[in-house]
């Protein structure tokens, strides 16, 4: 028998926001596998998962997500990756992989869950939800994500404007996720349907890092963490 794959969600980035399930499993689990940029970059799951992770007495499995859009370079990481973990599952070890947020929404865990099912079936995968970025951002805004028959998206955002244009035209609230690369773009956007007063921006929501910033057209030319969010909601 192989030992258990875990994909655990750790939540926004308040350490206390992690479920008692996930607790439980972090203690429980054999190997602490986390996401990284590159060799010796800091893991934001691990700077959460540290809280309740004795180093010492787990092993703990840094795994490389190189952030390029080479598809070579990218097979050939994900390969490694999948060999890594399958080679503690198969000495019959359980693997709990930690990611900021929710494992299914927009994490690294979905692609290494499907090709660690598709390489090796026999492996049991197990879930355990977290709080989602935008989970914590509406709390620590006190803002409502959506209400009776109010329409919510999270949508990444990209450089098609008009995608992101019918996101705020077709919804009452919308989280944009990965919002920092087109910064400029979207204040444009905002400005152009009258909606810069209603948009806030957020970097590592809920963490000692946090940064919240309400007035978005000050942030044209800023450059801003990765974990960086918006909030339109027009209502």
């Known amino acids: 028998m192989t030992g258990t794959l875990y994909g655990v969600g750790l939540g926004p980035g308040d350490p206390e926001l992690i479920t008692v399930?996930?607790?439980?499993v972090l203690k429980e689990a054999d190997v602490i596998a986390f996401p990284k940029?590159?060799?010796?970059?800091?893991?934001?799951?691990?700077?959460?998962?540290e809280h309740y992770v004795?180093?010492?007495?787990?092993?703990?499995l840094g795994l490389v997500f190189p952030m390029t859009k080479d598809?070579?370079?990218?097979?050939?990481?994900?390969?490694?990756?999948v060999a890594d973990v399958w080679e503690r599952l198969e000495q019959g070890r359980s693997v709990a992989f930690v990611t900021e947020g929710d494992p299914l929404l927009y994490s690294t865990f979905i692609h290494l869950m499907r090709l660690m099912q598709e390489l090796h079936p026999?492996?049991?995968v197990q879930v355990v939800p977290g709080i989602s970025s935008a989970n914590g951002t509406a709390a620590r805004?006190?803002?409502p994500l959506a209400d009776g028959d109010e329409r919510f998206a999270i949508v990444p955002a990209t450089s098609n404007e008009a995608d992101m244009r019918q996101a705020l035209e077709q919804h009452d609230c919308v989280v944009f996720i990965k919002v920092a690369k087109v910064l400029d773009m979207m204040i444009g956007l905002l400005r152009e349907l009258r909606l810069t007063d209603k948009a806030v921006v957020v970097t590592k929501a809920t963490s000692d890092e946090e940064r919240v910033y309400d007035r978005v057209e000050e942030l044209l030319g800023a450059e801003l963490e990765y974990l960086t969010l918006m909030v339109v909601r027009k209502s």
């Open 37 to 49: 940029k590159m060799k010796g970059a800091k893991s934001y799951a691990l700077a959460i998962a």
């Open 141 to 143: 805004l006190g803002t």
């Open 21 to 24: 399930k996930a607790y439980r």
């Open 54 to 60: 004795d180093q010492r007495q787990k092993e703990m």
């Open 122 to 124: 026999e492996v049991p």
């Open 71 to 81: 598809r070579e370079q990218l097979d050939r990481q994900w390969n490694k990756t």
